[in-house]
């Protein structure tokens, strides 16, 4: 069963938003270079000339930047399409982004995805995403317990 909270909070508009907390959270934006998790995708399938520019990608961009960090990481991310990923000859010029997670309390994503698509504005955008970015029009705002959970159900999904 899933539990969700609803959680009020004050700001110019009172808006209301739920939070999913039951542990299924849904995943934006992880690339299998990255990180080797079930729900990665790799970013060769991601980015390719035959993919075309989403349409929405300014209003996805605007929504990712405005997520709750809920899991630091340490450490950054090179860029995967550069031909000296994974090499020790990379530069700063391949420096894509911190490591850390994002959350809508929905959708979980990580930094490097905001950078890509600035950079890649080919990639392909998850339609799934794209759908809960334009029918949510509620500010992103949660608690440090409901952070804290999300981090742990995290945790407890893929650094078994």
Not at 72 to 83: I, Q, T
Request: aromatic fraction near 16%.
């Amino acid at each position: 069963m899933i539990s969700k909270i609803r959680l009020e909070y004050h700001t110019f508009h009172n808006i209301k938003t739920t939070f999913n907390h039951s542990g299924n959270m849904k995943y934006f934006g992880f690339i299998k270079e990255h990180d080797d998790y079930p729900v990665s995708e790799s970013i060769h399938d991601l980015i390719s000339s035959y993919t075309h520019i989403d349409g929405n990608k300014d209003k996805v961009l605007e929504y990712l930047q405005k997520g709750s960090m809920v899991i630091p990481l340490m450490g950054c991310v090179e860029n995967a399409k550069d031909p000296l990923f994974e090499t020790d000859h990379y530069n700063d010029k391949s420096f894509v982004a911190y490591y850390t997670i994002y959350t809508d309390g929905i959708w979980l994503w990580p930094q490097y995805i905001i950078e890509y698509i600035k950079k890649y504005p080919n990639i392909k955008l998850n339609p799934e995403f794209v759908k809960q970015v334009l029918s949510n029009k509620e500010t992103i705002q949660m608690t440090e317990e409901e952070a804290l959970k999300i981090e742990k159900d995290f945790f407890q999904e893929f650094w078994k």
